[in-house]
């Protein structure tokens, strides 16, 4: 799971915490935004209305990657289109 708080404007920062302390919540910080979490089904459901509620969908975006399904799966959430991983994918 990844996440993009915007922090610029006044309830920015109150928001990243939020939402940090759901991920930590839930999984282990591997990177500043970025979290490994093993959930369950019904733990997903929660952690991503948890994230939905904590997070101001036109400014914010949270990206969720379930590495568990064939294909891969990429749930987003929020602000910015959600990338073709169909397509050609540079690293």
Known sequence: MTYDVRTADEDGPRRLRRVAKICVNHGVRVQKSVFECKVTPAQRVILENDLREAIDEEKDSIRLYDLGSSPS???????????????????
């Open 73 to 91: 799966k990429i749930t987003h959430i929020g602000a910015k289109e959600p990338m073709d991983v169909d397509g050609l994918l540079m690293f």
